[in-house]
């Protein structure tokens, strides 16, 4: 069995290039002991891979030059020596950016495709809603009447961010780019205000659509979104440190003064939480996860939205697309039918 994959080829400086990959087709041996030949028939691609691709220190090891790049799949099994996957079973795991793979049994999880559709195992039943989840509710703790402020909010993390924070009876505002973005946010997601934090004027949106202040953040992006932020945020307020993926190709630090200071005056004013995640602290809530957030996905109180598209060959494109915000909704690369 042969496997065309996407390599590494160097490390990327600012945004990842074409040239900083490099496509091979690779003989795969037969699985050993407790293996198993998959086929890959969807890929997730997440903002979390800029820093894979680097060797900057991270939270986990970089992909190394000259290897597969890395990432969370839906695949069909093709052959297994472990009788616990049988071929045409259809598993969840991570095995990166190729067409075929052979990975230990340990890291699979079989998947149920009447329970709900398989390319959800990558978004909002995934490890993006699980994130939303665990992160919100652990750190953000919103309460009825509060509101709750999260960007990059058509994605799977802020789109369920905001959609469990209204479960919980607090008022959700979401940010996102452009206008095709903030009518999904009202129409398809049921944020009770949208604004668009490419306006001009979006500081000055955001102080109107929250008179009575900001209780939650729930970080994703960084940048000028959070420094329209910070003044509107009350005392008390928790930030849930998510992701700033607006600094994600950046090469060095923004210009201009340095506002530590009146970032940590803000924080000591106000008594703010703000707490750094990585949702794999928070695994043993995957058992409460699961069956809230797909029941609230069945009974129709969360909305997603995903952005398919085909063909493996798409995926440097589709990976630039979503730094700069061309995704609408969870990314997902369709490998094979
Ligand atoms: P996503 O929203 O599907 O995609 C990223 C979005 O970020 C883009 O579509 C774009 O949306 C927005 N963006 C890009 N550049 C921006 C900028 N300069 N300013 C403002 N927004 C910008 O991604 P996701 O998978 O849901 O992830 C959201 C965040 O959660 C990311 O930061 C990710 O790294 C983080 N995350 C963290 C964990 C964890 O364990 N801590 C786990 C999963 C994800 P717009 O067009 O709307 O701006």
């Known amino acids: 069995m042969k496997s065309t994959r996407i390599v590494l080829a160097s490390r990327p400086t600012g945004m990842p290039q074409p040239e900083n990959f490099r496509t091979e087709t690779v003989e795969l041996e037969a699985p050993g002991p407790g293996h198993a030949l998959l086929q890959t028939l969807y890929l997730s691609l997440d903002p979390y891979m800029r820093g894979r691709m680097s060797d900057a220190p991270s939270y986990a090891p970089p992909v190394e030059v000259d290897q597969t790049m890395c990432g969370a799949t839906v695949s ?38 009447a329970a709900a559709p398989l390319t959800t195992a990558l978004g909002v039943l995934g490890m993006p809603g699980f994130t939303a989840y665990s992160g919100l509710l652990t750190i953000g703790r919103p309460q009825p009447g509060e509101t709750v402020v999260v960007a990059a909010a058509t994605g799977p993390v802020g789109a369920t961010v905001g959609q469990i924070a209204k479960i919980k009876g607090a008022r959700a505002i979401g940010i996102a780019g452009g206008p095709q973005k903030t009518a999904l946010l009202r129409d398809h997601f049921g944020f009770d205000a949208a604004l668009d934090h490419r306006a001009p004027d979006f500081a000055e949106q955001l102080a109107a659509a929250t008179p009575d202040g900001i209780d939650v953040y729930f970080e994703n992006v960084g940048g000028h979104v959070f420094d329209a932020v910070l003044s509107r945020l009350n005392k008390f307020a928790r930030i849930p440190v998510c992701g700033l993926v607006a600094g ?90």
């Open 76 to 113: 069909r099994v093709l052959e297994s020596t472990d009788p616990a996957f049988a071929p045409g079973d259809i598993v969840l795991g991570y095995a990166g950016w190729q067409t075929h793979s052979v990975e230990h049994t340990s890291y699979l999880r079989t998947l149920d495709p």
């Open 248 to 337: 994600y190709n950046a090469t060095d630090l923004p210009p201009g003064p340095d506002r530590l200071g009146l970032l940590m005056g803000h924080i000591l004013r106000k008594s703010l939480t703000l707490r750094g995640f990585i949702q794999t602290e928070f695994l043993d809530q995957f058992g409460e996860f699961y069956p809230a957030v797909s029941g609230w996905v069945a009974n129709g109180d969360i909305a997603y939205l995903e952005d398919v598209v085909d063909g493996l060959d798409h995926t440097v494109e589709a990976f630039q697309g979503l730094l700069t915000g061309k995704n609408l909704g969870k990314l997902i690369i369709k490998v094979a039918d």
